[in-house]
């Protein structure tokens, strides 16, 4: 298992992954997600790599004030393994490298499964309105 840098042959893997687990939305085109990220902090999207297969991925970005996780995706055969808590550590990882002090994430409603996951890694919900506007349709 290697957990490495997002490459652009990786992206019809990932985009699987993530329809697979559950991330994509029909308002949000994961090939156009991709190819944004691919413009701002590219060093910041890992994927995990088995036996030259991608079973596990995560966005990471920085904007000075706060560190975001995003997209963290792991195939339903590697549950369980430590492979999530390794991709939020790498993530972790590469955003404290960038002196961020904090790292958020979002949780859709009808994700609570992973609320504990989180938890168990020291993520704590807080008290904030999430608000968000499109400025690009995809």
Known sequence: MEIRSFEDTDTEAVVALWS?????????DPHEDVRRKQT?????????????????????????????INYLAVGDDQRGTGLGRALVERAEGALLALGCPKVQLQVRPDNTGVVDFYEHLGYAPYEAVSMGKRLIED
């Open 20 to 28: 697979a687990a559950g991330l994509t939305r029909p308002w949000n």
């Open 40 to 68: 701002v902090q590219p060093e910041m999207f890992f994927v995990a790599e088995d036996s030259g297969r991608i079973v596990g991925a995560v966005m990471a970005g920085y904007d000075g004030h706060r560190g975001w």
